[in-house]
């Protein structure tokens, strides 16, 4: 059964230093594997999808993601961060069982401090 | 842009009352969803929908039903309010193809049960 695990449920860190949000799953088929960002009093939105091929991943705003399939993980780095980029971060995991159904992390909340 | 909005931002509602959640999407997507958002719960999905007039149940489908008339629009209905539905409402939306796609996400209607 699909499952997903943000490790850590809020990340504070000072702008400009390094950031690492970590997300592992378990499942027993092929995963499609995503990270989305909710801004306060907004829905969320897609930053980075892997389907296949490379499995780093760049996405918007200077995040990237590696998939890491020995390790089930989907972790999530930005080198750089800005205060605009304090956030909840949702790792979500598809499978296909007839039809695709996504699972969603519980969210790690990023605070970034001037 | 894929637009997906919702009929209201705010709401406030009386234990036993019948409350509708309205969810509109302007891209032709055939999938559409329903999740709640709890702090750290993460997203669970209540009902979604692969095509008009078909719905399934997601993972706490229990005290809401759904409907899909049009391709666009999906309702969520809870029949008679409960304070434990208090909570963060998001629809989404996503193309159906042959890979897990992207889901866009409306801006959430957060629901008060009093």
């Known amino acids: 059964a699909q499952s997903v695990t943000q490790l850590d449920s809020q990340v504070p860190v000072f702008e400009e230093a390094p950031v690492e949000l970590r997300c592992n799953y378990s499942?027993?088929?092929?995963?499609?594997l995503f990270w989305y960002v909710q801004y306060p009093n907004q829905g969320l939105q897609l930053l980075l999808k892997y389907l296949s091929g490379s499995t780093l991943v760049k996405g918007i705003n200077g995040f990237e993601a590696e998939f890491n399939k020995s390790q089930t993980s989907f972790h999530l780095r930005k080198p750089s961060v800005h205060i605009s980029d304090t956030a909840e971060y949702f790792c979500?995991?598809?499978?296909?069982?007839?039809?695709?159904?996504?699972?969603f992390g519980a969210g790690t909340r990023l605070f970034v401090k001037a | 842009d894929v637009k997906v909005t919702q009929s209201s931002r705010y709401l406030v509602k009386r234990t036993g009352e019948k409350v509708f959640l309205e969810c509109v999407q302007d891209m032709d997507h055939e999938n559409m969803f329903w999740y709640r958002q709890d702090p750290g719960l993460g997203l669970r999905l209540i009902y979604f929908s692969y095509d008009v007039k078909m719905k399934e149940k997601g993972d706490i489908p229990e005290g809401y039903s759904v409907s899909r008339e049009k391709k666009e629009r999906f309702s969520l209905i809870l029949e008679s309010a409960s304070t434990n539905q208090t909570s963060m409402y998001l629809c989404?939306?996503?193309?159906?193809?042959?890979?897990?796609?992207?889901?866009?996400f409306g801006p959430g209607t957060r629901l008060t049960v009093l």
């Open positions: 979500a995991v598809s499978e296909f069982t007839g039809g695709f159904k996504t699972i």
């Open positions: 989404a939306s996503s193309f159906q193809g042959a890979t897990a796609d992207t889901q866009y």
């Open positions: 499942s027993s088929v092929s995963v499609y």
